[in-house]
């Protein structure tokens, strides 16, 4: 059980351009999930924190206006890259917790973007 | 900044143990001490989790000392397949409490 899906896993899009990335939990309600980032050979950095029916909560330096998050039910959010540029290459996660298991995220495959 | 401390790598022979060691001396007391590992180029795995007392499932065990203020994660009988990053977190267990991940501790496990 606890199984988060993505898609797509992979995606190369031209400068300029905007991308959408879903994040899905399969078997489970979701009130909270979450988006990180991860550039090569790093560590896991989180962007925002997405909670159903309300606005997402970002990190410092992560611009809201660039990265679109919506999470419009208890089993999907979406992060979109808004007019992506080659830096914003990297490899994006999203987590979902259950809300019943103690503190325990489960996380999705992870999209693979490359911004050429 | 992560509030725990691991070595940045580690070697292990496939079939023994692997000891993965953490400190988090900062570590409050409704702190739990989680544990995941990330196989290159795939999302985090969840292994075990634990606040005081030793934890056991069918992947790993997970001994805290005493004072908290560090554990160990046994991977029983390594295999190739355990061959990922580690990474030791403390976390509140409440619902909204983001991972932070530290740089965690790569290993490698040898044939």
């Known amino acids: 059980g606890a199984v988060v899906s993505q898609h797509p896993s992979r995606v190369i899009c031209k400068s300029g351009t905007s991308v959408k990335i879903e994040c899905r939990s399969l078997?489970?309600?979701?009130?909270?999930m979450f988006w990180y980032r991860q550039f090569p050979k790093q560590s896991l950095m989180l962007m925002a924190t997405?909670?159903?029916?309300?606005?997402?909560?970002?990190e410092q330096g992560v611009e809201k206006d660039k990265f679109l998050i919506n999470h419009a039910s208890l089993t999907l959010s979406t992060l979109t890259v808004t007019s992506a540029h080659p830096e914003d290459s990297s490899f994006y996660i999203c987590s979902a917790e259950t809300g019943s298991r103690l503190g325990e995220q489960y996380f999705g495959p992870g999209t693979r973007l490359t911004v050429t | 900044d992560a509030k725990t401390t691991q070595p940045t790598s580690m070697d292990c022979a496939e079939g023994r143990a692997a000891n993965l060691p953490c400190n988090h001396s900062t570590i409050s007391g409704n702190e739990y001490v989680y544990w995941y590992r990330q196989i290159h180029s795939q999302g985090p795995q969840y292994i075990i989790h634990?606040?005081?007392n030793n934890e056991t499932n069918e992947m790993a065990s997970l001994i805290i000392t005493e004072d908290r203020k560090s554990s160990t994660l046994i991977l029983p009988h390594a295999t190739l397949r355990d061959t990922a990053v580690y990474y030791c977190i403390v976390s509140y267990s409440n619902s909204g409490y983001a991972l932070n991940f530290g740089k965690g501790t790569s290993l490698l496990v040898t044939p």
């Open positions: 078997d489970f309600q979701a009130t909270t």
């Open positions: 634990g606040l005081k």
């Open positions: 997405s909670n159903e029916g309300s606005k997402a909560t970002y």
